[in-house]
Structures are given as C-alpha cells and as structure tokens.
C-alpha cells in the first residue's frame, strides 16, 4: 500500500462551545481538482462535506445531510479522508503508523474506530502500543496493525456476522455494554424514555425493539415498534432517516439497559460479575468424564414452528443426531438424547421430505408423542428424564462436568436471522419446582428428576456458567461461518404477550451449563433455506462440538 493521492491541506480552528476544544476545518484536495471540508470534532469524530464529494467516495446509503459521517464514505473515500487529515501517516503492507497531529481532539478511541471500525478494540490497539501512553500526544506513532486494520483499509479484520455494524464480533459483555453507551435518558411529558439515534442501515424492528427489548415475536415486535414509532414522532416505520431520534419508553427496556440505580441493571450487573470469577471447568482433551444430554425440540404429532415449507421437529432432530455422532466418533463424553423418533433410528439424514410422526421420550416407560396429552408433558419429561440422568452422574462424578442443549428453531419477526441461544435468567429461575406427575402422565424418573431445587447463588452460577456455554457455542459458530442474530445473540428471557417467561427445559433443568439454541428463524427466507441444506447442518453439529469443547477447555 503507497501513498496514492498528496491531498493538498490546510487547518484553521472553528469556533465552538468553550468546553470542549474547538473542531478543526481543513481543505482536501480531490484527484480530479476540487476541494471538500474535512471537520474533526472532539468525541464526534470525522465528518465530510458531502456536496462536491464523487460518488465513489460515497458508501451504499449516505444520508442527506450537508455533512457525511466518516462511516458513510466508501472504501475508497474512507482512505482518502484519512490520509487527507493525516498527511504524515504512512501506510505499508503490514500497517499504518499513525501520528498523532491533534491530541486535543484524538483519542485511542477515535484512533481506533477510523482505522479498525470499531472504537472498542482501543484495548487491543493499546495492546500493539505497549510503550506509548494510553493519553496522546502530539508526534506520537501509534501503530495500527494490518490484523487491526478495517476491511475497509485493506486490514484482515473480520467482519462482524449479519450486517456490518460496529458491535458484532464483540463479545456478549462488551457488545451490550456497548449498546448501552448508545442511549441516553431522558424525559418528557409523557414520562422517561431512552433515547437513541438510529444508525445507517438501521431498522426500528431490529435495531431498537429486538435489540433494547426482550421482544422477538412477530407481533410483539410490530405492536412495540408501532408504539415506539408514535412515542418518537415517526409517520412512515419503513423509511426512517439516519439520526433520527427514537424514544423508548423505559418500562420496555430489557435489564442490561435499565437506568442506573435500577433493580434490574444491579442484577444484570451481578450475574456479569459471576460470568468474570468463574472459573472453567477442565474437560480434559477427550472430555472424558463429561456428561451431555442433547434434547431435540418438539417430535412426533408436534412438528413445533411451521414457516416457508418448513417444520422445526426433523431439522433439530437431525441436527442432533450429528451433534451425537461426532461427539461419539472424537470425544469420550457420555452423551445421551432425550428424544428417538423409532423409525429413523439415531440418525442423521440427507434429504427431509415429510415429517416424521413417530417420536418417543426416553423415560421409563417410553412417552410417545401422539397428541393424547398435552405438548406440556412432554417438555417437562424432557427435563426430569435428564435431571434423573445427571442425578445418577453426580453420584460419583464431577457435577460441574454436566451440560444439557436443547435444540430448536424459531419463527421470529422475519427481519431476524442467524442463531440465538437462550440461558436460564437467575432471576426467572424459581427456587424450588416439584413434578410428580403431569396431566395423569406419571414416569419412573420423576421420582429423582422430577424435583428441581436451587439457592439464589446456584441460581447465579448456573447463568453464569450457562452464558460461558453459551459464549463458547457462538464463537465456534462464527468461526464456522454460521449466521448469529445481529443483536444480542444470548438472552436470558423471552417476552411474550405481555409475559415474561424462561422455556420449562433450561428453567428447570439440573445440569451445570444450559442452553436452548434456536438454530435459525424459520420466518426468514434464507434461514429456511439454509436449514434445509445438509451441508449446512452438519457445519452446525461440528461448530456447537467445537463450541463444547471450547467450554471445557481451561
Ligand atoms: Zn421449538
């Protein structure tokens, strides 16, 4: 990479609020003749004049505006901006030396998100500067290496999994925190609200309801987005500009984004903590000694969610019969499955045609899934089956070794799309449930399985060991190239008509890390379309197997 254009610059200061240091100005010279302005504000960042600017500087959509944020500009434009503005930077194969030219108005986290896209990863930009200090000064050389770079530079970055926005690719923590520092509080007549400035690219359904609220449902998701878009002034929900304001009335906020002071955010607080000091639990490189119970949603008479000609029962259950084999063929694990459809046997399939209706739950005896009861009878056998299992496990074995999946797919708002996996919320949890029968349906294993019982520290512990399952799932499943839902890919609950609520299998089940994973939103076109093809299930199996052992590595 040379240098490709000598912009031709000059800097003059503006005027600003006596507070924070007055933005620079500067005139940037265009390849082809024409001057554009160039404003660098303190805290805002880099901004273009947009009028005289050649549309291949010009990322998909830009907004209207007088001005263009830096983020809008294309590839091209992006490394125009930046080598006008900073004349002295130079560019080569392996990485950018940036000087500091302005410390008054840089910062690391501006550094790092015109160079890397996101100004989260200052940490990892420090991390490349570990002599220089993290306060800039002027005629420092801040390296930005070429795995930091921004695709959009040139740099091996990788891309965030749905759309390219700046949180994906963050960790849990780090991308809720970092949605957080997007809202404001505020209030008005009509009480408090949090504010929060759509983005480019942006959907009120997707960015604001499914992100800041617990809401995933078709409905659910329309109704708030409807309220929403009244609340905030919005006539046309389809076509809101960039930067407009959204106000979200704060009783709708899910818990990580709860004001400050608030019983909620204390607790969502309390459980990240737990997340950090727990320590991993060392599998071993087999994983011998480890136990896993894999669920198959649904079976039999209940295909479960129906959308774009396909059903949720058959995929999972392949899903998991991969899951099974591979864990048989490379791991010493124990593995059981709660779910057997009789006529396909333990295995996996190429081709689904129609669904299968024979599917019986393992207990004793076996409880065939033909309609006579209530579908609530067999989630619930589902759990004391596996609650009995580990029982037995934990009578000589290391308790904290015992991981339960549940395996299911969803039929969300259409606009959401990748995988989502749902852990039991310490709070959601109760601390005692007790199953004798269900529905007149009596089975062998509730005697030990059937009675679910836990303290408010084991409650804590067991989402904080399930959001390190979790976790681990997600990154496997991003590093083999499966789609994760864009926002907040772990949740701890579901709201649901006006109710929030945990699913029975991980509410109440014993084992020390739970996950229900919803592999893809069959409401989405592609996602129907991907979970259909065997390829694509079989990467599933191998990532959430990659995703098992991660967990139980130290
Ligand atoms: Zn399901």
């Known amino acids: 990479m040379g240098r490709l254009i000598l912009p031709w610059v000059i800097a003059l200061p503006v005027l600003a609020a006596p507070a924070d240091p007055s933005p620079v100005e500067l005139q940037a010279r265009l390849p082809r003749g024409g001057r554009v302005t160039l404003r660098l504000m303190f805290k805002k960042g880099l901004q273009v004049e947009a009028m005289r600017l050649p549309s291949s500087y010009l990322g998909k959509s830009p907004s209207r505006g007088e001005w263009i944020g830096f983020e809008e500009l294309s590839p091209e434009g992006k490394r125009w901006a930046l080598e006008a503005l900073f004349p002295d930077d130079r560019w080569t194969e392996d990485e950018v030396r940036h000087i500091v030219r302005w410390p008054e108005l840089e910062s690391l986290w501006l550094i790092s998100a015109l160079f890397t896209g996101h100004g989260q990863t200052y940490d990892k930009v420090q991390d490349a500067n570990p002599n220089l200090p993290e306060k800039l000064r002027k005629g420092d050389a801040w390296r930005i290496p070429k795995n930091l770079l921004s695709v959009d530079l040139g740099g091996e970055r990788k891309r965030g999994t749905d759309r390219s926005l700046p949180e994906d690719g963050l960790d849990d923590e780090a991308r809720v925190a970092a949605y957080r520092a997007l809202l404001s509080f505020e209030e008005d007549r009509d009480g408090k609200y949090a504010a929060y400035r759509l983005r480019k690219g942006e959907a009120l359904y997707s960015s604001v309801v499914m992100r800041y609220t617990d809401r995933v449902d078709p409905k659910g998701v329309n109704d708030l987005a409807l309220e929403i878009a009244k609340r905030s002034g919005i006539q046309d929900v389809r076509s809101i500009p960039p930067g407009t304001l959204i106000r979200i009335p704060i009783r709708h906020l899910a818990d990580p984004f709860q004001a400050e002071g608030s019983r909620a955010l204390r607790e969502e607080r309390e459980v990240r903590a737990e997340v950090r000091r727990t320590a991993r639990v060392d599998g071993g490189p087999s994983l011998k000694g480890v136990r896993i119970v894999l669920d198959p949603g649904h079976g039999g008479v209940d295909s479960g969610a129906v959308a774009n000609g396909v059903w949720e029962s058959d995929y999972v259950y392949d899903i998991v019969m991969r899951v099974r084999r591979i864990l048989a063929q490379d791991t010493d694990a124990s593995v059981s499955c709660t779910v057997r459809y009789p006529s396909l046997g333990f295995n996996a399939r190429e081709e689904i045609r129609t669904p299968t209706r024979d599917a019986e739950i393992l207990t004793t005896p076996p409880f065939v899934n033909d309609g006579e009861s209530p579908s609530a009878v067999s989630v619930h056998l589902r759990w004391v089956l596996a609650n009995d299992w580990f ?10 070794k ?29 601390p005692r449930f007790c199953l004798k029968a269900t529905h007149g349906v009596r089975v062998a294993e509730m005697k030990r399985g059937g009675l679910f019982q836990a303290t408010a520290k084991e409650r804590l512990q067991s989402e904080a060991r399930s959001r390190q399952l979790a976790e681990a799932l997600l990154q496997a499943m991003e590093k083999g190239k499966i789609l994760i839902h864009s926002n907040r890919p772990i949740r701890n609950i579901i709201h649901r008509a006006g109710k929030s609520y945990l699913p029975a299998v991980i509410r109440h089940s014993s084992a020390s890390a739970k996950v229900l994973l919803e592999v893809v939103n069959l409401t989405n076109e592609e996602d129907a379309a991907r979970f259909q093809d065997p390829r694509f299930r079989e990467r599933y199996a191998e990532a959430v197997v990659k995703g098992i052992r991660a967990y139980f590595r130290l």
């Open 391 to 400: 029982a037995t496990f934990r009578e000589k074995e290391d308790g904290r």
């Open 402 to 430: 015992t991981v339960f999946l549940s395996f299911h797919a969803d039929s969300l708002h259409p606009s959401a799309r990748g995988t989502m996996a749902y852990v039991p919320g310490a709070m959601a949890v109760p």
